[in-house]
């Protein structure tokens, strides 16, 4: 597919002016389409501007509330719930980690637990914030249920990403993972290639290994059985238990501690996702002397990063690292978009005339 | 290999009198057996009473100081750092998660990080002990050096694993695994039987994949380079790079919050191991009805289990469902024992003579 390079800073500003045009207000916008950008900045097609059309279609159909303020139902010195109301992901999203920020500079942990929420693009950009402010952030989502559990057929867990951001020198530590060995953006791409997935990635309606990429993608979307696997494949053998469990324990700390409602729930009942969420901002001077501490992560990092390579390789990358180096290079060569997105943003614009900000300049 | 079972209540005496030879109290002897023989109980006889050999040498030879004191170097409401100046790991272990219980209690969180610690016994039994108190419970360790980052051929984390233990009805959640693929003790089983490993397992002293059982044992002990997988094996493909950043956040939790050293350091300088480990206990009242918050996770956790089978499998389990059911079955019908760990407790009655408690009963 072939993918022209839009300039980052107007792709922000139009993508700000759509959600303004929606009925958020200049900052709400501007931190859903940070969110959305920071995906493509990092890398990761999948959570950036390509989910503009999702995003739009969910505000203009109601199915995200504009206009919801999510609402603290419970709190303690480090600890709060989140009422969500079924607004937009992003903006719920920023003010959980923003409280989580506030209890861990006041009390030296905040544990936020959101509940009633939605798709809130990429774990990885709420751990940054704490980072950011030299804290230690974590951030788990449940999502629609997709991995299937160790000796099971049906899908009954998210894919459940876990982000965790410590500050180092010179390069953060940003680990953001799904718990599934793959997302399921990865067999999209497979099935546009025409290519059988790797055994360890999925299984059919029986709950078997499959390489039959549009077999399973098709059960997926028509509910038919079958599913994503959990990091470490089917069997006990290479893992699977472990990658399933931390799945589980995503569910704990966000639809279980939050009062909400777990993955195999999401998109099932009522209006809104349901989609719930936990965001951890941790002060590690609780733990001594901040200067120490980053020094030492530092120079661990650095370690790893200089130790000997396996034959044919070249780098041994930490985590963080390889996005660091996309986002530099992104915000000044531009955001690489592909034709269809293209389109999509096109058809966007004109869909909201005049308030939409100048369409993106090709770089 | 053959096994004799031998009486549980009778093999923890024994053991407890093992330790108290070595000059420990009563109470802290028992500490040490109980977390032994929990290994034993959960079905994981690498970390039971096969290790007695180990641990007796490491007290006699004065590697584990018997009489050392841990200490507090650092404390908040919700924090400590304990420097547990050498002691014996199961008796530091016991400290720890006591302090982080009692400041879960008070202050709705405990994270207690523990530098200069040794060898503890499974993660699990830790949070265990806090889940007894109704609360979750987390715990880490990092290890001597045996796993390879993606893309190098250099040990450079442990085995390193977390454990996560939740109170839930009828049976309570304990997620407790290596972020390796395995722990060490698979490749022996497979050397022991002349199997060749997995691939996905291991790596050869290139860094490349390999099946070579021996040979990746071999370079293991005589540090020739290879090692075990983190959880996911070599590459990005099937998750690798996410076992590897699950492994460098137990790191982080352990050598590094608590201002310790890390698993490459780990046995390298001067007296002791170095151990470091991380105790978590939180108080999940933070976020609610604790009465309502169980029931939740008790209703998904039998979702999944009551979930659809794959072809050819008649449970899925949730975790800790195994561990607890053979409690209940080795409680009473005895633990099995290997015939050279059989000899090498016989070995250890010897050498105490009349210290020893009667050797435990067949059964």
Redesign the interface.
């Known amino acids: 597919m072939g993918y022209v390079y839009l300039d980052y800073r107007e792709l922000l500003r139009f993508c700000q002016s759509v959600f303004c045009s929606y009925g958020f207000s200049e900052t709400e916008a501007e931190e859903i389409a940070d969110v959305i950008l920071a995906a493509d900045l990092n890398g990761i097609e999948s959570h950036g501007v390509q989910r503009m059309v999702r995003y739009v279609f969910e505000l203009s159909s109601g199915m995200v509330d504009v206009h919801a303020k999510p609402e603290i139902?419970?709190e303690?010195p480090?600890?709060a719930?989140l009422d969500a109301h079924n607004a937009m992901g992003q903006v719920v999203g920023h003010q959980a980690m923003r409280l989580a920020i506030q209890k861990a500079k006041t009390?030296?942990?905040g544990?936020i637990?959101v509940r009633n929420s939605n798709h809130y693009g990429i774990a990885g950009f709420y751990t940054e914030m704490a980072r950011e402010e030299d804290l230690m952030g974590i951030c788990m989502t449940n999502t629609e249920k997709i991995m299937?559990?160790?000796?099971?057929?049906?899908p009954?867990?998210g894919t459940n990403p876990i982000a965790?951001s410590?500050p180092a020198d010179p390069i953060p530590?940003l680990?953001d993972?799904a718990t599934t060995?793959?997302p399921r953006g990865k067999f999209e791409v497979y099935a546009k290639r025409g290519d059988a997935v790797?055994v360890?990635w999925g299984?059919d309606e029986?709950?078997?290994d499959s390489e039959d990429t549009p077999r399973i993608l098709h059960n997926i979307m028509e509910r038919a059985?079958g599913g994503i696997l959990p990091?470490?494949?089917?069997s006990e053998?290479?893992?699977g238990?472990?990658?399933y469990?931390?799945g589980?324990?995503v569910?704990?700390f966000t639809?279980?501690?939050?009062?909400g409602i777990?993955s195999?729930q999401v998109y099932q009942t009522g209006n809104g996702s349901g989609i719930c969420q936990s965001y951890i901002a941790?002060d590690?001077g609780?733990?001594?002397n901040k200067a120490?501490?980053r020094a030492?992560?530092s120079e661990?990092l650095e370690?790893?990063r200089n130790?000997?390579?396996?034959?044919g390789?070249s780098?041994?990358?930490?985590?963080g690292e390889k996005e660091i180096e996309m986002r530099a290079e992104r915000r000044a060569n531009g955001i690489p978009v592909n034709e269809v997105t293209l389109q999509e943003l096109h058809k966007i614009a004109e869909d909201i005339g005049d308030q939409a900000a100048a369409f993106p300049r090709i770089v």
Request: overall charge positive; proline content about 2%.
């Open positions: 139902v419970h303690t480090i600890s719930v009390s030296g942990c544990m637990e299937v559990p160790t000796y099971g057929k049906q009954m867990i965790l410590m530590f680990f993972c060995v793959v790797p360890g299984v029986k709950g078997l059985g990091l470490g494949g089917s053998k290479m893992g238990h472990k990658g469990g931390l589980m324990i569910e704990l639809g279980i501690l939050s009062g777990t195999d941790i590690y609780l733990f001594g120490e501490i030492s992560f661990y370690k790893i130790a000997a390579k396996a034959e390789c780098r041994i990358y930490t985590h």
